[in-house]
């Protein structure tokens, strides 16, 4: 079983960057497509990116295309998610989720199997 931890969060002042990491451990983390979920007080989890399991595809939502980047390295089981340009709104606890390999649409709560304890990520006017 795959066990995900993130860890990177805290607080910016908007306009600033933060960068997440998503560990891995148990299981072979290159078999499994990796996204990254968020949750605000009041509010259901929602997607924010995803990356297949080979790395070479990659997803986001629209509220943070082209200020968020999704990578990761195979080797070093772990996932990252590059967050620039912070605005209040991006405020949320940030989960990494693990899903299987040839699972259909990666933007959905169900493509994915195993969930880490989230990170919280502030970021203030």
């Known amino acids: 079983q795959v066990q995900p931890v993130e860890s990177g969060g805290g607080l910016v002042q908007a306009g600033g960057s933060l960068s997440l990491l998503c560990a891995a451990s148990?299981?072979?983390?290159?078999?499994?497509?990796i996204g990254w979920f968020r949750q605000a007080p009041g509010k259901e989890r929602g997607f924010v990116a995803a990356i297949r399991w080979s790395g070479g595809i990659t997803y986001y939502a629209d509220s943070v295309k082209g200020r968020f980047t999704i990578s990761r390295d195979n080797a070093k089981n772990t996932v990252y998610l590059q967050m620039n340009s912070l605005k209040p709104e991006d405020t949320a606890v940030y989960f990494c989720?693990?899903?299987?390999?040839?699972?259909?649409?990666?933007?959905?709560?169900?493509?994915?199997?195993?969930w880490g304890q989230g990170t919280q990520v502030t970021v203030s006017s």
């Open positions: 989720a693990v899903g299987r390999r040839f699972a259909g649409t990666l933007t959905g709560r169900p493509a994915y199997d195993f």
């Open positions: 148990g299981g072979t983390f290159s078999n499994y497509n």
